[in-house]
């Protein structure tokens, strides 16, 4: 569970292994990879019947208050307000133990941070990779998409021309190179059955994790939504609210 996770995190500093705050680490500012966790605890983003947004305040109870005893008991989350360059990247890989991370960085932190290490084999032999565990005990692990959709506006002048160049740079062959090179996923389910494709094991083996991911709402309020909950989020990382006032 998410728990588990923290207090392997807390021996770990305990021990000297990492850092007071490195145990556990998110991205360091507002964005996407918070949304599981809310997620992992029940909370729901968006009514089906009406596609307006929602905050669970049970699940955000739970949700806040996990992220308060990471930061508080455990040893975790000195992320937050980090440059991502300078100090976010060098920081997950080598002094952090447990991260949240994209597939796509693994190609960056290869190339741009571990290079002189080894790269990709340097990676292979010292880190590992899996789904946000499960809140408590019963529950599933999760993680989280974000896809992106191409859209041809009722203005083009010649939509067929962009209908058949989408469908051209989606095809098998291109988006394998720019998934090889950047560690996305492919977008295409034949796609995983690509000989090349399937010559890269990290797209190989995270592909199970679909079966398992969630994803955003689609509603233009959104950025706000996330701008606030984020906040609060922040503000029981550093002590300032009880996940009771962040509520």
Known sequence: TLYDMLETAKQAVDKG????????????????????????????????????????????????????????????????????????????????????????QWAEWAEKFLKDLGGEAYMWENF?????????????????????????????????????????????????????ASTHLGILKGQTEYKFYKGSRLLSEALYMLDYTTFLPNNPNWGPYSTVTYEALAAVVAGEFTSQEAV
């Not at 789904?131 to 992106?148: D, F, M, R, V, Y």
């Not at 021309?161 to 291109?174: D, E, F, M, R, S």
């Open 17 to 104: 292994v990492v850092e007071s705050g490195n145990g556990f680490w998110t991205r360091p500012k507002n964005g996407p990879d918070f949304t599981p966790f809310y997620y992992a605890f029940g909370g729901e983003t968006i009514d089906p019947a009406t596609g307006k947004l929602v905050f669970d305040k049970t699940a955000g109870l739970k949700y806040y208050g996990f992220f308060y005893d990471a930061a508080q008991k455990y040893g975790s989350m000195g992320c937050l307000g980090l440059d991502w360059s300078t100090a976010w990247h060098p920081g997950v890989t080598s002094k952090v133990l447990f991260w949240v991370g994209g597939t796509w």
């Open 128 to 180: 590992g990779f899996g789904l946000i565990p499960a809140a408590e005990k019963g529950g599933k692990p999760n993680s989280l998409t974000h896809p992106l959709a191409y859209l041809v506006s009722s203005q083009c002048k010649y939509p067929d021309l962009a209908v058949a160049l989408i469908a051209k740079v989606t095809n098998y062959g291109p988006n394998t190179r720019h998934a090889i």
